[in-house]
């Protein structure tokens, strides 16, 4: 079956396009958020995806430039559901890199339709895996940047970048930062210095590599590196 992948948050909706699209032989997997589904994505490669417009629409925008930008995705076939009937907004995000555009609510056998002709058009062969953007480079205290750029880091930073790279694509729970990364007890470390450690390495990144932020917060979970790293 072809592996695809349905971001929309509406589950009745998800429900019934999840349906239409096991019917067309794909074999769904659903999430409901951008930070999700680049973790999936992360996790195993798909062959579609499909992305329903949130009231951000920028953000989503912002998601199909940064799928097309990302090494390895040009083989993938997007298909944008908005909440639009204007045509000058579909077009424009056929050129922002959709490869189909629809207006939403549409019917959900269309939308299934349509994923089985651009899976036919797609490369059959397995897509390469992408060459892994950032390095760490645990024995130097050092991240380096897909630009290229060295990101010197501190003891607590390193250990921090270790525990999460090693498990890019997972979140990673504060406490296990806490004891495993930093040799801590948990109930008694005071989590306000593992935020300050976390902060500090943000803006390090920011500054050295504006163009994206791959440390991201999983609220009341942890954190998670949500980009492709290789750990030398």
């Given amino acids: 079956m072809k592996r695809i992948i349905v971001m929309m948050e509406e589950e009745k909706a998800r429900s019934v396009l999840v349906d239409s699209l096991c019917k067309a032989g794909f074999d769904p997997v659903c999430v409901n958020d951008h930070i999700n589904l680049t973790l999936e994505l992360l996790r195993q490669s798909a062959r579609i995806v499909i ?24 083989w993938l076939g997007v298909i944008m559901l908005i909440a639009s009937q204007d045509a000058a907004i579909r077009t424009a995000c056929l050129h922002k890199g959709a490869d189909v555009c629809l207006s939403w ?17 797609l490369p059959h062969q397995p897509p390469r895996e992408p060459e892994p953007a950032w390095k760490f480079r645990q024995n130097e205290w050092r991240l380096v940047s897909p630009s290229g750029t060295g990101i010197e880091l501190s003891h607590l930073e390193a250990a921090f970048v270790a525990i999460i790279a090693r498990n890019a694509g997972k979140p990673v729970r504060r406490r296990d930062i806490i004891s495993d990364a930093f040799g801590k007890d948990p109930l008694s470390y005071d989590s306000r210095r593992l935020e300050a450690v976390v902060s500090r390495l943000r803006k390090k990144v920011q500054r050295s590599y504006p163009q994206s932020q791959p ?13 492709a ?3 030398q």
């Fill in 215 to 227: 440390i991201k917060v999983v609220h009341s979970i942890g954190y998670v590196f949500t980009e």
């Fill in 229 to 231: 790293i290789q750990c």
């Fill in 51 to 74: 992305l329903h417009g949130s009231a951000n629409g920028d953000r989503d925008d912002a998601m199909l430039v940064k799928l097309r930008a990302t090494p390895g995705m040009e």
């Fill in 105 to 121: 609510p549409a019917e959900s056998t269309e939308v299934a339709a349509y994923a089985a002709s651009l899976a036919r058009r």
